[in-house]
């Protein structure tokens, strides 16, 4: 069975700091995705990436980043320039592809960012 | 990216008593998921929408709890049924792009509360 794991319970940091959120994942499976996603104080959960296992290549947008390593098993994301607006939960999830019915996320427990002014 | 509405945003139920949420969907989409996150925690798929059929549940969830509907392609209801404070949790829909790995959006969610 598959496992996604956040160590980070809650992380605070100060306006403009950079800030890492890690996640490590378990699947014996050679094909998956990984997603993180926003979770606001207003609750709604927000998309931010999707990432198949053959991509290996990092990604940026804007002042987020994500660096995949399948050799560690890892889909840290990182927030450049922290904002108040920033604070929220960020769930890590994995899904797997290998057909039929395998269509679940299994999130990890989430890590709170709190960005102070 | 698919619009959802769900509804209510939130409600406090008595216990014992029963309270349906609604997602709707902007567009026809293939797959519509229920997920609970309990306070503090992580979320867990409750079960798959399945469209003209009985929903898939997971272990620990059973239709008679969680009644779902399906009637068309945009839109689900769940049933939270015989309410306890157990079952105080946020209530999401999530939806499937185009196909079940690709993005996957969730609703706004619905905050319950059973006293």
């Known amino acids: 069975a598959q496992k996604v794991t956040q160590a980070q319970t809650e992380i605070s940091v100060v306006e403009k700091e950079d800030v890492t959120l890690d996640c490590v994942y378990e699947?014996?499976?050679?094909?998956?995705?990984l997603f993180w996603y926003k979770q606001p104080p207003s609750g709604e959960l927000v998309f931010l990436i999707r990432?198949?296992?053959?991509?290996?290549q990092n990604e940026i947008s804007g002042r987020y980043s994500w660096n995949f390593q399948k050799s560690t098993s890892s889909f840290n994301f990182t927030i450049t320039a922290s904002q108040v607006v920033d604070s929220a939960v960020y769930f890590c999830?994995?899904?797997?592809?290998?057909?039929?019915?395998?269509?679940?996320?299994?999130f990890g427990k989430g890590t709170l960012l709190t960005v102070n002014p | 990216s698919a619009v959802i509405s769900q509804k209510p945003s939130r409600d406090i139920c008595q216990r014992g008593t029963s309270l349906t949420i609604q997602c709707q969907v902007d567009?026809?989409?293939?797959?519509m998921f229920w997920y609970r996150q309990q306070p503090g925690q992580s979320l867990t798929l409750i079960a798959t929408?399945?469209?003209?059929?009985?929903?898939?549940?997971e272990s620990g969830f059973v239709i008679d709890k969680f009644p779902i509907s399906r009637p068309n392609l945009t839109f689900s209801t769940l049933t939270v049924s015989n309410m306890s404070p157990e079952d105080s949790s946020i209530y999401l829909c999530?939806?499937?792009?185009?196909?079940?790995?690709?993005?996957?959006?969730f609703g706004s969610g619905t905050q319950l509360s059973v006293l």
């Open positions: 999530s939806v499937g792009d185009r196909g079940y790995n690709e993005k996957l959006f």
């Open positions: 699947t014996r499976d050679t094909t998956y995705y």
């Open positions: 990432r198949n296992s053959f991509d290996e």
């Open positions: 999830a994995l899904i797997l592809n290998s057909g039929g019915s395998n269509y679940k996320l299994t």
């Open positions: 567009s026809q989409v293939t797959m």
């Open positions: 929408a399945n469209q003209g059929s009985e929903a898939t549940y």
